[in-house]
């Protein structure tokens, strides 16, 4: 990149911005071109600075990082959060809502700082702890995820007590084939019989 990455730094503690903006303004390749204490202001000042990369607080009053995130994901930039929470509440749905990268305070001005020029090369940045958080919740998604298509259909229709039968008339399928749907749903779920899929069903309100 040619012209500086411009960043703007959004935390709702003056002194953390500060002591960011007198960082980052050192930086060849770095310029802040905004601040905001929340994000409602974060808001405004992307639309007013068009940044290149957003470092995001979370916890901040009339606006949180979340919601922040949510709307400024629409836009060009890539947002780094930058906090000092780990928790599961502010991890994944900050990243849901369309976060780039997932950054702790402890971290260095030039961890920083390299997060930022990663992002705008799209590479995304995760501290150790965040990315051993997000590993062990993909791999612990519902059992259902793993179904196919028609076997989360005819899951559903376990659910609300149709037969073999009832279920290959809705999905205009022969019973043998739903037999081997049944057959397959009760093995990825490690499941013993269609009382418990019909269950399954219920206990992940998928029915």
Known sequence: MDRKIKVLVVDDHEMVRMGLVTYLNVEDDIEVAGEAGDGEEAIKAAAKF????????????????????????????????????????????????????????????????????????????FQGQVTQKMFRHMNNKPKHEELTKREKEVLCLIGQGKSNKEIGEELFIGIKTVKTHVSHILAKLELEDRTQAAIYAHKHHLV
Not at 101 to 121: P, Q
Request: zero cysteines; aromatic letters at 6%; a negative charge.
């Open 50 to 125: 068009d940044p290149d990369v957003i470092l995001m607080d979370l916890l901040m009053e009339k606006m949180n990082g979340i919601e922040a995130t949510k709307v400024l994901s629409k836009s060009r930039a890539k947002i780094i959060v930058l906090t000092s929470y780990l928790d599961d509440e502010m991890l994944f749905p900050v990243m849901e809502a369309g976060a780039f990268s997932y950054l702790l305070k402890t971290s260095t001005a030039d961890e920083i700082a390299s997060a930022i020029r990663k992002a705008v090369k799209e590479e995304p940045t």
